[in-house]
């Protein structure tokens, strides 16, 4: 009896996880963007890889209706999806949109993350009009959800000169445009002139990294130790962050020419080496979540520098109120002797779903919330998002002084822009990042492994996800 | 007298290990709540660490200009409400199901149940968005309460708890007349109280704390549960509120304590009570 109850339940065990098998199968093999047909039948279209007749009929519709370039068709009811600031902005943009276009309605759904879209994405349902994505997370999005994003190629290609160059290559898979960008973060040195000055310590010294680490040391010496000039966290757990910053500058990637993981490239190592230079002069500091710890660290004089995009000005305001008139900010130091002193650290874009029943009203609404002066004035004005329509940086609301820092962050990230290399975001680059902040930071930074060997076992083990990820 | 001066300093560090303990536990939640009385500068000052601010008023206003916190919370209640009424109801029938007929292939069905338990939701998530999206109960919920409600857990509990109940006292009940339904609502059900109980209060705090499938199932800002609501406010960007964020979670945490301070009692009574008869 014992023996047959057992091999009941090992039939059971064996049956159920079969069917749940078989539903993650369903939901790979489904296209997301001919699952649901009869959302997709009022003349959108879908990439080439999904519903090919769909797109056909959909080029036709758009060609004769777009005949005299972007005038779109801007009737309809369309959903958004934001998340925190971008939400506020993006709400005042839609009510705005609203009172010039009584015909479109915009909803805008507030989200925290994106957990809620990969979900409908996967399951080819429910998927918002216009969603926004980190713009890391675009190829990966393109790969993983092939065949779930609008063609806006007709959109995109009237203002490619318009857009930062280095996040173009985030928006196109080939040379199909899928994404409009939102906010770019030009990376600036955030920087206590107060304690700058006491330790008499002149910010225009500052031109590479071995000059802010001289500044650092002053620093240390002044204070007595009490202020470090950068903080991160050791362990890369929280965040990568802040050497992710020499990274960029130096145009790092963490994938070779063909395509493979490769963590021990002479990008990754200059960071290092100068990230380890800081922590050997004792002019770092430790912040094991690194985000919270960051503020504190800033409330309490503990740190007097953060590089960072230029959002972080919003962040010193909003949570250090108290210190206005003590923060300016500059160009990040360069590695060597008039090195490349520009460098990207976060931005978004949008999508469009391939599903949506309105896609002139969608294009039409990115056009003039993303793609004009006048939306990125609202961008900067409500929120301080900081575009990548380059027009809007001449623009009154970019160039003003901010009294917070007696200059103008904007106006000066605008100048900081045109150089920075092209972002370094092939398809699974956040996976790919999170082997090498768990694999590759701390056992470098806290354990004091040697270099080499740290990275390549790193290497070794993304590379592995890597593979699998691409044929899941 | 040697002996009792040795318990009474066995006591003495026992207790004072025990006070350590209770601070260790407690002061998250202190903090948290004198963080809610901070401004936001002063929230990470460590000057203000242990004293009681003066903003909490201006904290309250940012978080209902953020949140529609009361819809929140009467979300979270109702879910959690309906969800742990309907959870005690159809767990405990199927429970006497399990515990006192004798059917064909009862052992195997329980054994399926059992394995249900190892699934996790996050495998069952799109393709129960797929259904409820086609039963037009995507930003409802019903939604939310529908699919908790297969939990395998209850059912186990219910079970446990109901076989060590006399069956030769429902045969008894059979015999003077009583249907199935009086035999399971007068004879079974009032004996089951601790049981009862305790799934109660695991269900309503397991609910409580919901946090994935609200997230998913739910579109809109005003019919979010609690956690869904606050993860809104807690990114790392550059508008976070600490204060207004520190509120929320008070408010949050507090009817849950209540809840649990009330039931506390009944709740570790149903505990013991399901550990034994098992």
Request: glycine letters at 6%.
């Amino acid at each position: 009896m014992k023996k047959r109850m057992r091999k009941v339940m090992a039939l059971c065990l064996a049956a159920l996880m079969t069917a749940s098998l078989a539903g993650c199968g369903e939901k790979e093999n489904t296209p997301p963007a001919a699952s649901d047909s009869s959302d997709a039948s009022e003349g959108s279209s879908a990439e080439s890889t999904g519903a090919e007749e769909s797109a056909n009929d959909a080029e036709e519709t758009e060609g004769t209706e777009n005949a005299g370039e972007s005038s779109w068709d801007l009737s309809g009811e369309i959903t958004v999806t934001a998340w925190n600031s971008s939400y506020t902005a993006i709400v005042e943009g839609a009510k705005q949109f609203m009172e010039m276009h009584p015909e479109a309605t915009i909803t805008v759904e507030q989200v925290a993350d994106n957990t809620k879209l990969f979900t409908q994405l996967a399951a080819g349902t429910g998927v918002p009009d216009i969603m926004q994505f980190q713009n890391r997370d675009n190829p990966t999005a393109f790969d993983k959800y092939a065949g779930s994003f609008l063609d806006i190629s007709d959109l995109m290609s009237q203002y490619e000169k318009d857009i930062m160059p280095a996040v173009i290559p985030l928006l196109k898979d080939g040379d199909t445009w899928y994404s409009a960008p939102w906010d770019v973060a030009p990376a600036l040195l955030f920087y206590r002139t107060d304690i700058f000055e006491e330790c008499g310590v002149n910010p225009d010294d500052i031109k590479t990294w071995d000059d802010y680490i001289e500044a650092g040391k002053v620093i240390n010496e002044k204070t007595n130790g009490k202020t470090k000039i950068m903080g991160f966290d050791y362990n890369g757990t929280s965040s990568f962050d802040m050497p992710l910053i020499i990274f960029y500058e130096e145009s790092g990637s963490f994938f070779d020419e063909n395509g493979d993981v490769q963590f021990n490239s002479e990008a990754v190592k200059t960071a290092f080496t100068i990230f380890q230079k800081m922590v050997d002069e004792d002019i770092a500091m430790n912040l094991p979540s690194e985000w919270t710890d960051r503020i504190t660290a800033l409330t309490n004089d503990n740190l007097c520098t953060v590089p960072y995009g230029v959002w972080f000005a919003g962040t010193l305001k909003e949570n250090l109120a108290d210190q206005a008139g003590k923060w300016s900010c500059m160009g990040l130091p360069s590695v060597g002797e008039n090195g490349n002193n520009q460098a990207n650290s976060g931005g978004s874009t949008v999508m469009v779903s391939a599903n949506t029943k309105y896609p002139e009203l969608c294009k039409g609404f990115i056009e003039w919330f993303l793609l004009s002066t006048e939306g990125s004035r609202i961008n900067m004005e409500v929120s301080t998002l900081f575009d990548a329509y380059m027009p809007a940086y001449s623009d009154e609301s970019y160039t003003k002084v901010d009294d917070y820092f007696g200059m103008s962050p904007a106006g000066l990230a605008g100048e900081l822009c045109s150089e920075i290399p092209d972002l370094p975001f092939p398809a699974y680059f956040t996976d790919i990042g999170q082997i090498f902040q768990s694999d590759a930071i701390g056992p470098y930074f806290v354990d004091g492994k040697d270099m080499e060997t740290v990275l390549n076992e790193a290497t070794e083990k993304a590379q592995k996800q890597l593979e699998y990820l691409r044929n899941e | 007298m040697k002996m009792k001066n040795k318990t009474r300093l066995a006591s003495f560090i026992c207790y004072c290990l025990l006070a350590v303990c209770v601070v260790l536990t407690l002061f998250p939640y202190l903090w948290t709540f004198l963080a809610a009385t901070h401004t936001n500068s002063q929230v990470f000052n460590f000057e203000y660490s242990f004293k009681l601010g003066s903003n909490l008023i201006q904290n309250y206003y940012d978080l209902l200009e953020a949140l529609p916190i009361w819809n929140n919370l009467f979300s979270s209640l109702f879910v959690a409400a309906v969800y742990t009424v309907l959870i005690l109801l159809i767990d405990s029938m199927a429970g006497y199901g399990f515990s006192q007929y004798q059917f064909k292939g009862r052992d195997t069905l329980f054994i399926v149940i059992l394995a249900a338990m190892m699934i996790p939701v996050q495998v069952l998530m799109v393709p129960l968005y797929i259904q409820f999206s086609k039963m037009n109960m995507v930003d409802s919920w019903w939604g939310i309460i529908l699919s908790g409600l297969p939990g395998a857990f209850g059912v186990f509990l219910m079970r446990q708890a109901m076989l060590s109940f006399p069956r030769d006292l429902v045969e008894s009940a059979r015999i003077d007349g009583a249907g199935e339904a009086r035999n399971f609502f007068t004879i079974v059900l009032p004996n089951m109280k601790p049981a009862l109980t305790s799934l109660g209060i695991l269900s309503f705090v397991n609910q409580w704390g919901n946090y994935y499938v609200p997230l998913v199932l739910l579109n809109t800002t005003e019919k979010y549960t609690v956690p869904v609501a606050i993860s809104l406010l807690a990114q790392p960007n550059f508008d976070i509120n600490y204060g207004a964020l520190m509120l929320g979670a008070c408010m949050a945490v507090l009817p849950i304590m209540v809840f649990f301070l009330i039931f506390q009692k009944n709740f570790i009574d149903g505990m013991m009570a399901g550990a034994i008869k098992g």
